[in-house]
């Protein structure tokens, strides 16, 4: 029986920090990034949600523009989280406060001592590939296994880039995931830069408007 799921997206709250990092660790427990950081398969759909809730809880939710999808309903009577967006409106910068000295304890044992420097030159180099103008930045997009094939993934697309389109901004986003490189495009964005990095894999930068 297929999941109902709401057509419409909702701002995310602190409530939800662990719903978002549960959906978004489920859609990319095989994103190469990720296979990368996290090497060890028994371990690491357990360490991208971590990683997950310290970027949302600690940025994407309270400074940023977080949106979730819910399915109708669950056994227990209540919405479910299916979907997640993380986004950074120009006028903020939610990766602030992922950078700080207090989190770097957290950031340290997550990542491990090998995989820290490798990790802030592909984070830097993400960094130099924005727009300098303002724009709307797309750090992360997910969707529940459960609902895979429903639209839920291109609805929750569409309503970031309509805000974006009626602020006049154009939108950035960054993957290194070949597979989704299709999806994007069926939305209007165009692959602007490709980097190949030194700790293997390669990121495509893509941009729309």
């Known amino acids: 029986m297929s999941t109902a799921v709401s057509a419409s997206a909702r701002p995310a709250t602190t409530d ?14 095989g994103d190469p990034l990720f296979a990368w950081l996290f090497p060890d398969e028994q371990t690491r759909m357990a360490k991208i949600r971590r990683f997950y809730a310290m970027a949302a809880g600690f940025g994407y939710v309270p400074h940023g523009d977080t949106r979730v999808t819910e399915s109708a309903g669950s056994t227990a009577g209540r919405p479910v989280v299916r979907a997640a967006a993380l986004w950074a409106p120009p006028e903020s910068n939610p990766e602030g406060p992922l950078v700080s000295v207090r989190l770097w304890p957290h950031w340290g044992p997550l990542l491990g001592r090998g995989r820290i420097s490798p990790f802030v030159r592909v984070f830097a180099e993400w960094k130099l590939a924005a727009p300098q103008e303002p724009h709307l930045y797309l750090a992360a997009l997910g969707v529940d296994p459960a609902v895979a094939g429903t639209g839920v993934g291109g609805t929750l697309l569409s309503e970031g880039l309509d805000r974006a389109d009626g602020q006049g901004l154009p939108v950035f986003t960054q993957t290194m995931d070949d597979k989704a490189i299709g999806f994007y495009e069926r939305f209007g964005f165009e692959v602007i830069r490709e980097v190949d990095h030194l700790e293997g894999g390669t990121t495509h930068f893509l941009r729309r408007g």
């Open 16 to 29: 939800d920090v662990s719903s978002v990092a549960r959906v978004l660790s489920r859609a990319t427990h």
